[in-house]
C-alpha cells in the first residue's frame, strides 16, 4: 500500500461488490495507490474462495472496512453509502461493481420477476449508489464515479436479452450523469469489461462450446498464452484507477471497452 505516494493517496472510496471478482481487484488496486476503501457487499467472504478483501488490504497495511448490504434494496443502499462515507471521513470515488449475469435463456421463458431483479441489482443498485455518492460530491465540487457495465451494453447477445437491457441502462446512466453534474467538476465514466475471469463466468470456463465461440469473437491473441479468453479482473481494475486519478481529470461521460477487440469487429 502507499498511503502518501501513490495515484490515489488520501482519496475515500467505496466499491460496491468489492468482495469479489472485479469489484475486489478494483478495491485492492485503489488501496494499493493510496485510496482508503469501503466494500459494499452482501458478505465479506469472496464468492471463488480466500481473504475477504478488506482483510487483505489492513494486514498490508491499508485502511479498509466492509459493510453488508443486498444491493437490491435501495433504502439499505443509500443508507450504507451513507454510513460509509461517514467511516471514512468523507468520499472522493465511488465505484460500482456489484452486478448478476442472470437471467439467462429464452426471453419467451423468463419471468418477469427474473427481469425484474436483474433491474434492481444491476441499473437500480448503480443508481442508487451513485444518486448517493453524488450528493457529496456535489456539495464538494468534485468527485470520481466509475460505474462498471459490459461490452454487452452495445451488443445483442442470445440468451443474455435482461443482461443486456440493464447493461445498456448503466452505460447511458452514466453519460447522462456525466452532463448533469459537471458543472459541479464531477466525472462519470463507464468500464465495459468483456468475459473477465470470475466465478460469475464460470459457465464460460466450464463449456467447450462457448470458450470455442470466445475464442473466434475475440482477435487479441496473447503469444505465451494462445487459449486466453478472458480478461484477469486486474486488467479491468487498472482502468478503474486511472478513471479515479487526477490523469483522468477531463474525461467524463467516456466508456472504456476491455474485451480483447470482441466489439471491434
Given at each position: 500500500m502507499s498511503p502518501t505516494t501513490g495515484r490515489l493517496a488520501g482519496k475515500k472510496a467505496i466499491v460496491t461488490g468489492g468482495s469479489s471478482g472485479i469489484g475486489r481487484a478494483i478495491a485492492l488496486r485503489y488501496a494499493e495507490e493510496g485510496a482508503n476503501v469501503a466494500i459494499l457487499s452482501r458478505s465479506p467472504l469472496p464468492r471463488?474462495?480466500?481473504?475477504?478483501?478488506?482483510?487483505?488490504?489492513?494486514?498490508?497495511?491499508?485502511?479498509?472496512?466492509?459493510?453488508?448490504?443486498?444491493?437490491?434494496?435501495?433504502?439499505?443502499?443509500?443508507s450504507a453509502v451513507e454510513a460509509a462515507t461517514e467511516q471514512l471521513g468523507g468520499l472522493d470515488i465511488i465505484a460500482t461493481s456489484a452486478g448478476t449475469s442472470g437471467p439467462l435463456g429464452d426471453s419467451r421463458e423468463v419471468s418477469a420477476e427474473e427481469v425484474l431483479q436483474s433491474l434492481q441489482v444491476n441499473m437500480l443498485g448503480t443508481f442508487v449508489a451513485v444518486r448517493t455518492a453524488l450528493r457529496t460530491f456535489a456539495a464538494q465540487k468534485s468527485g470520481r464515479a466509475v460505474l462498471v457495465s459490459s461490452n454487452f451494453d452495445r451488443v445483442g447477445v442470445n440468451g443474455f436479452a435482461a443482461y443486456c437491457m440493464a447493461k445498456a441502462g448503466i452505460t447511458n446512466l452514466a453519460k447522462a450523469l456525466a452532463v448533469e453534474y459537471g458543472a459541479y467538476g464531477v466525472t462519470v465514466n463507464v468500464l465495459s469489461p468483456g468475459s473477465t475471469n470470475t466465478d460469475m463466468s464460470s459457465a464460460v470456463r466450464a463449456n467447450p462450446g462457448l470458450q470455442a465461440a470466445f475464442r473466434a469473437a475475440t482477435p487479441l491473441v496473447f503469444p505465451d498464452d494462445e487459449t486466453r479468453i478472458q480478461a484477469?479482473?486486474?486488467?479491468?481494475?487498472?482502468?478503474?484507477?486511472?478513471?479515479?486519478?487526477?490523469?483522468?481529470?477531463?474525461?467524463?461521460?467516456a466508456d472504456i471497452v476491455i474485451d480483447g477487440g470482441w466489439t471491434a469487429i
Open positions: 471463488e474462495g480466500g481473504t475477504p478483501t478488506h482483510e487483505l488490504i489492513t494486514a498490508a497495511g491499508g485502511v479498509a472496512t466492509h459493510i453488508p448490504v443486498d444491493v437490491a434494496d435501495a433504502t439499505a443502499l443509500e484477469e479482473p486486474v486488467d479491468i481494475a487498472h482502468a478503474a484507477v486511472f478513471l479515479a486519478s487526477d490523469e483522468a481529470r477531463f474525461m467524463t461521460g
